[in-house]
């Protein structure tokens, strides 16, 4: 059973990040979050639909004629979801995943909002910097990331000028310390 729910959550989770690929893509991803978002409450708030979802007598086949039943991008008299939605489930069912369709629609609810978040970065500098560099910096980070950015500043006075920017894995080294080691390496490997 355990193992059963560590695959159904492993599928989900791909069924997610493929969804958010798909907006990315188009760009799209706030437009298609406001779209599951609706669609999400819509099925969680019937216990006839999670109970339709998940059992086990729908085969792949019966499942799309289900979607196909429920769901339409122009016909108002079923639950109107886009285009781009609609082929989603629709792949889902194919696949005969169903049941993973409203942990899939939570997960890609997910990486949305982890988009959306704000980034830590740490600057050193040899000095200290002022307050309108540091504004200055995360102006130009921030149009380039589309995140909020958060700076957190330090002094080191053994990287002689320059900067370093650090966020999690990522470093950008534009120290003069950095600079002359790379200067001292080549000059060895001439020698």
């Known amino acids: 059973m355990e193992q059963n729910t560590k695959f159904n959550s492993e599928v989900s989770r791909r069924y997610s990040k493929a969804l958010f690929r798909i907006a990315s893509k188009d760009k799209s991803e706030q437009k298609v979050y406001n779209e599951v978002n609706s669609l999400s409450e819509l099925l969680s708030s019937d216990d006839k639909f999670i109970k339709l979802f998940s059992s086990p007598l729908l085969s792949s086949k019966k499942q799309l004629e289900l979607i196909d039943n429920l769901f339409s991008n122009t016909d108002k008299k079923k639950i109107k979801v886009s285009k781009g939605l609609?082929?989603?489930?629709?792949?889902?069912?194919?696949?005969?995943?169903?049941?993973?369709?409203l942990s899939a629609l939570n997960g890609f609810r997910h990486l949305v909002k982890s988009m959306h978040k704000e980034v830590n970065i740490n600057l050193t500098t040899a000095s200290p910097i002022s307050d309108e560099n540091i504004n200055k910096i995360k102006k130009v980070l921030s149009k380039k990331t589309d995140k909020k950015i958060n700076i957190i500043s330090n002094v080191d006075k053994k990287i002689i000028g320059g900067i370093i920017l650090q966020s999690g894995s990522n470093l950008i080294d534009a120290s003069i310390r950095n600079k002359i080691l790379k200067l001292s390496n080549i000059q060895k490997g001439v020698n």
């Open 86 to 101: 609609l082929a989603f489930i629709k792949v889902v069912a194919t696949n005969g995943r169903l049941k993973v369709l």
